[in-house]
């Protein structure tokens, strides 16, 4: 049962702190993504790779956010330092092609007190 | 600009059939999807649609092209409790490089 996994799936913290969160697509796919949900802002879409290049990271903030894919089983969206507004769900997704079907993982809830 | 449109919320009595819409953007879309998201879940790929078709039927649900008015529509016959989540389209008219972009959500509630 192929699966998009992510870790942490709860996360708190504090203001200042550095957050790593990690995504394992599915294996065989060329192309991850990484998504925040808020309730006030939707589903925004923050970076994507493909063939563990960056494509598009545009919709991330670059002055504290960061994401990389060391290798193909795994990808990592960083923030340092984090802020409360950095509050939300964390979704990483992958698939074959950018716009082809993209599988969601569970979320990794993020709170910053 | 590149938005893709649906209302935030639809309320039915289980039984009913549920519509859900949605305008998109680009006439060369080549595929649209409709995501599910239940509560706490990441979403889930419900069904897609080509674009040189009008209508696509699995089950219960029924998908609704019209590519004149790039509008989608999602109809989920005898809607049932369980059915109540966050419903996403999506569209895409680059599938190397370009990712999905998804509509704001409409949040599907089934009274009993």
């Known amino acids: 049962d192929a699966r998009v996994t992510q870790t942490p799936r709860h996360k708190v913290t504090e203001m200042g702190q550095e957050v790593t969160m990690r995504c394992q697509p599915i294996?065989?796919?060329?192309?991850v993504f990484w998504y925040r949900q808020t309730m006030m802002q939707g589903l925004e879409l923050l970076a994507y790779?493909?063939?563990?290049?960056?494509?598009?990271d545009s919709g991330m903030p670059k002055d504290r956010f960061s994401a990389e894919m060391p290798d193909a089983t795994l990808a990592t969206l960083k923030i340092q330092p984090s802020e409360p507004r950095d509050s939300a769900v964390y979704f990483c997704?992958?698939?074959?092609?950018?716009?082809?079907?993209?599988?969601f993982g569970p979320g990794t809830r993020l709170t910053v007190l | 600009g590149e938005d893709v449109e649906q209302s935030l919320f639809l309320s039915v009595r289980e039984g009913d059939s549920s519509v859900i819409n949605c305008t998109y953007t680009d006439s060369s879309s080549t595929y649209l999807y409709w995501y599910k998201q239940e509560p706490g879940a990441g979403l889930q790929l419900l069904t897609y649609i080509f674009s040189n078709m009008d209508m696509k039927q699995d089950q219960r649900l029924t998908v609704l092209l019209n590519k004149k008015d790039k509008h989608l529509s999602l109809r989920i016959a005898d809607t049932q409790t369980g059915d109540s989540a966050i419903y996403f389209c999506a569209e895409s008219w680059d599938t190397g490089r370009r990712a999905l972009t998804f509509g704001s959500g409409t949040r599907l509630q089934v009274q009993p």
């Open positions: 294996l065989g796919h060329n192309t």
């Open positions: 790779f493909r063939n563990r290049a960056p494509l598009d």
């Open positions: 997704a992958s698939g074959l092609g950018a716009g082809n079907e993209q599988f």
